[in-house]
């Protein structure tokens, strides 16, 4: 694990043998063996189906401003924007005109993105993660849990190698209690967000966890970020959150609670499947296809866009969680086995035949749940307090060493004109008069 000289909300390096020590780190952890041709390809054309489904979405129109709360759906458009700064200098439109049609092709320089695995590595871990959308209510509901104590964090099982946990709203950071040192903020980069975050603020919107081949939570984590809106901008960006993707380890981290009760919620609430596809449902690769015109005119359509079955999202169901609460909560028992758990705690199961102890959620009372955006329980404060250390007065977690983990060069936006056509240009897509072809 290594150590940075300062400890941030997201747990970065800011200086320069902060950022050499974390990318040693990630190669001896052979994070970048997942930067093939293939995973690069995959990320791409679900990168621009993304694209594709936030016009189709209406939700995210140039010129308005970004949803107050947000929906499965908009797991899309996140993603989509987040990554954008990532492939942006890799990928091109060629637009051919016929006689009769009019053909786009998106073109992306593949070989381009696997010269710089650091940045990269980003835009593959967002897009193999599983999408998990916890709405804005259970998002609440989650920030008013006291984090999981190392006992319970240790039994949590995550079931796959990689989750995107989308919150239902952007959490703003409370800048009181997630400061940056000032030595800090005066060596960041005035292009990085983390800069743009702590002059004019922002929010955390997700985040993606790594678990090992046994399912335990793993350190390291990538940050779904959102800077406020920068008025000097010209419009309508001026009104737009700026969003980007930054790796991050949790165990450095101001917000590490943060993750650990996100991690623990994955196995321990109940979730809704994934809307399973229409029959012969063949979603436009393509942003600019006309097929996107066409299906967001049909309802079914839209109730499928909305509800994430297009992102394949699971949905944390709160008052499942609640029932499921409630049934095993006389077997659920805190780490010292003293007392029953009690609402807005994470606690254990008691061993069965043949299983093994499950952490499961409690979610605290629904009452105070916020029906509308822009209030205190949806604010990265300070995490509730875990009843044991309100015994003995101590309003604080306890203090932890500092350290963080490393963003990942932005160097993919810095390269260079774009080379000229090749054979390392990979047709991604087709569109020809509303339809789309894959050509490759």
Same mark, same amino acid.
């Given at each position: ?11 970065? !390096? ?23 041709? *293939? ?33 499965? @759906? ?15 200098? %890799? ?7 016929? $006689? ?5 092709? =998106? ?47 240790? %039994? ?63 350190? *390291?984590?990538?940050?779904?970020? +959102? %800077?406020?809106? /920068? ?42 499947? $994934?809307?399973? =596809? ?7 690769? @393509? ?10 005119? *049909? ?86 307090? +875990? ?20 963003? !990942?060069?932005?160097?993919?936006? /810095? /390269? ?25």
């Amino acid at each position: 694990m290594v150590r940075f000289r300062y400890r941030t909300p997201f747990g970065i !390096p800011v200086t320069h043998e902060d950022a050499t020590a974390a990318l040693q780190e990630l190669r001896a952890a052979d994070r970048y063996a997942s930067v093939t041709r *293939e995973a690069v390809i995959q990320a791409m054309r679900t990168s621009l189906r993304d694209h594709g489904l936030l016009r189709a979405s209406g939700r995210w129109n140039l010129g308005d401003r970004d949803p107050s709360w947000f929906l499965p @759906g908009d797991i899309a458009a996140l993603r989509a924007i987040a990554t954008q700064p990532l492939i942006a200098d %890799a990928l091109r439109f060629r637009v051919q005109k016929g $006689p009769e049609v009019a053909k786009v092709t =998106s073109l992306a320089d593949v070989a381009r993105l696997l010269r710089y695995p650091a940045p990269t590595s980003l835009l593959v871990d967002v897009y193999r993660a599983v999408p998990r959308f916890v709405p804005p209510s259970a998002t609440a509901a989650l920030l008013a849990t006291r984090p999981p104590d190392p006992q319970r964090l240790a %039994a949590v099982r995550l079931p796959a190698a990689r989750t995107l946990v989308v919150f239902g709203a952007d959490l703003p950071l409370d800048q009181r209690v997630y400061s940056w040192p000032d030595e800090a903020v005066r060596q960041l980069p005035h292009d990085n967000i983390a800069w743009e975050i702590t002059t004019r603020g922002g929010a955390v919107s997700g985040v993606v966890l790594f678990a090992d081949a046994r399912g335990v939570l793993q350190d *390291e984590c990538v940050w779904l970020l +959102a %800077a406020n809106p /920068n008025p000097k901008r010209p419009f309508p960006t001026s009104i737009d959150h700026v969003r980007t993707v930054m790796r991050g380890w949790r165990s450095q981290s101001q917000l590490d609670h943060l993750v650990e009760r996100a991690a623990a919620a994955v196995p321990g609430a109940a979730w809704r499947l $994934p809307l399973s =596809s229409p029959d012969n449902l063949g979603l436009p690769v @393509g942003p600019h296809d006309a097929r996107w015109d066409r299906l967001r005119a *049909e309802q079914w359509f839209r109730h499928y866009e909305r509800d994430g079955g297009a992102v394949e999202a699971w949905v944390l169901d709160l008052e499942g969680t609640s029932v499921r609460a409630a049934l095993t909560r006389p077997s659920a028992r805190l780490a010292q086995g003293d007392r029953v758990a009690e609402p807005g705690e994470f606690a254990q199961t008691a061993p069965r035949r043949y299983e093994s102890q499950q952490v499961i959620w409690i979610p605290p009372s629904a009452e105070g749940i916020p029906t509308r955006p822009n209030t205190p329980q949806l604010t990265l404060s300070r995490p509730p307090v +875990a009843l044991e250390e309100q015994t003995r007065g101590r309003a604080d977690p306890p203090p932890k060493q500092p350290g963080g983990l490393p963003s !990942p060069p932005l160097g993919a936006s /810095n /390269n260079g004109p774009l080379p000229p056509d090749s054979d390392l240009d990979i047709d991604l897509h087709e569109s020809r008069l509303g339809t789309a072809t894959t050509i490759w």
